[in-house]
């Protein structure tokens, strides 16, 4: 979804992705941010809050008018039917967040 926005094309495709997945383990309920995941990504969990708070905003309040092929290819069954997932409630991100 973060191709279709502009905003998101200052930020590295690294830190991107290491957002992206932070945001799925935690909406998951997968656990955090591990020190493993850190080495290898080289983003502290802290570094990535600000784009993960982006990025479930985006979710969020998505527009829902236009650009309608991705969202409809990402909701087949394919594709594990990621564009249905629910996001997470702001307040309870940033509360989960913090405690990272």
Known sequence: MTLQEYDYTRESPSKLAASCL????????????????????????????PLVKR????????PHDK???????????VFFEVAKVTPMDMLKLEEILKSC
């Open 22 to 49: 932070l945001l799925a383990l935690t909406m998951k309920n997968l656990g955090g941010w591990t020190p493993t995941l850190e080495y290898y990504s080289g983003y502290r969990s802290q570094d990535l809050h």
């Open 67 to 77: 650009l309608k092929a991705v969202r409809t290819k990402y909701s087949h069954r």
């Open 55 to 62: 990025l479930n905003f985006l979710l969020t309040y998505q």
